[in-house]
């Protein structure tokens, strides 16, 4: 480094000093009602002790989600934002193609008051809607459970079963094959019916697919998100009438199209 390399070196030095000084200043004179602002500590994936959380290459974690410690994620299953998944005493297995939705709870209890061993095993193609905590359970293939619901350690939700929306079922209960249950506690209500019974597998699927597109959306780089932006002010669409008085045709440009499998379908329009 030259005598110029070393002299501007210094006031660097000198003005992050200053700077540094000037923060710390300013903190006594605001006294007790200072922020101390902290680097964020989160971490998507975490180990704890040896353990570390295994996840398929085509699931998806979402940013803000947290999975810690003895986790398994299984191919093309989501966790959505504000999820924690947290294997520390014991283990989490999370099937194919289920979707744990934004703010759930999945935990796991060492052992019960008996003594057995309550990990959680959740199987394919399940739904677990938002803000459901899910605790030392078994929640077998294309079962689902509702926004908002509680399972207790024990708690086994066989296959095509579903707990309903802000439901508590209490520990050790087995809700069985082709029943909802709700209520708190939760007991038996009714039958599923077969069009239910194929919501669950068409709700776990079109959660994969929406994944795909959250995926690559929050894999973009900012120059990729700043064309989108450019894009979508340059071709917003106007009123039709609007577009016809100018003589404007707008076509939107493929970046700007989601999936065909993420829109509703759409009704023909009429031919005049």
């Given at each position: 480094?030259?005598?110029?390399?070393?002299?501007?070196?210094?006031?660097?030095?000198?003005?992050?000093?200053?700077?540094?000084?000037?923060d710390?200043?300013?903190?006594?004179?605001?006294?007790?009602?200072?922020?101390?602002?902290?680097?964020?500590?989160?971490?998507?994936?975490?180990?704890?002790?040896?353990?570390?959380?295994?996840?398929?290459?085509?699931?998806?974690?979402?940013?803000?989600?947290?999975?810690?410690?003895?986790?398994?994620?299984?191919?093309?299953?989501?966790?959505?934002?504000?999820?924690?998944?947290?294997?520390?005493?014991?283990?989490?297995s999370?099937?194919?193609?289920?979707?744990?939705?934004?703010?759930?709870?999945?935990?796991?209890?060492?052992?019960?008051?008996s003594?057995?061993?309550?990990?959680?095993?959740?199987?394919?193609?399940?739904?677990?809607?938002?803000?459901?905590?899910?605790?030392?359970?078994?929640?077998?293939?294309?079962?689902?459970?509702?926004?908002?619901?509680?399972?207790?350690?024990?708690?086994?939700?066989?296959?095509?079963?579903?707990v309903?929306?802000?439901?508590?079922?209490?520990?050790?209960?087995?809700?069985?094959?082709?029943?909802?249950?709700?209520?708190?506690?939760?007991?038996?209500?009714?039958?599923?019916?077969?069009?239910?019974?194929?919501?669950?597998?068409?709700?776990?699927?079109?959660?994969?697919?929406?994944?795909?597109?959250?995926?690559?959306?929050?894999?973009?780089?900012?120059?990729?998100?700043?064309?989108?932006?450019?894009?979508?002010?340059?071709?917003?669409?106007?009123?039709?009438?609007?577009?016809?008085?100018?003589?404007?045709?707008?076509?939107?440009?493929?970046?700007?199209?989601?999936?065909?499998?993420?829109?509703?379908?759409?009704?023909?329009?009429?031919v005049?």
């Amino acid at each position: 480094m030259g005598s110029l390399g070393r002299a501007v070196y210094t006031l660097g030095n000198l003005i992050r000093e200053t700077g540094q000084a000037m923060d710390r200043l300013g903190c006594r004179l605001q006294g007790s009602h200072y922020f101390p602002e902290q680097l964020s500590r989160h971490r998507t994936l975490m180990n704890i002790f040896d353990k570390a959380p295994v996840v398929d290459m085509d699931a998806f974690v979402a940013p803000g989600a947290s999975v810690i410690g003895d986790v398994q994620v299984g191919q093309g299953s989501s966790i959505w934002y504000g999820c924690v998944l947290r294997g520390d005493v014991n283990s989490i297995s999370v099937g194919s193609r289920t979707n744990i939705q934004d703010n759930s709870l999945v935990h796991v209890a060492k052992s019960n008051i008996s003594g057995k061993v309550l990990p959680t095993i959740i199987g394919d193609n399940v739904t677990i809607g938002h803000s459901a905590v899910i605790h030392g359970c078994t929640i077998e293939d294309e079962a689902f459970v509702g926004m908002g619901a509680t399972l207790l350690d024990g708690v086994v939700v066989e296959k095509h079963a579903m707990v309903a929306a802000g439901a508590l079922v209490r520990q050790n209960t087995r809700v069985p094959f082709g029943e909802v249950w709700g209520g708190n506690p939760a007991k038996f209500l009714r039958k599923l019916t077969d069009e239910e019974i194929a919501f669950i597998s068409q709700s776990a699927l079109n959660y994969t697919n929406l994944a795909k597109v959250h995926a690559a959306e929050n894999a973009k780089s900012f120059d990729e998100i700043e064309l989108e932006k450019m894009l979508r002010k340059k071709f917003a669409r106007r009123d039709e009438e609007y577009d016809s008085m100018i003589g404007v045709v707008r076509e939107t440009p493929p970046e700007l199209i989601l999936p065909d499998n993420i829109l509703p379908d759409k009704a023909p329009k009429a031919v005049q």
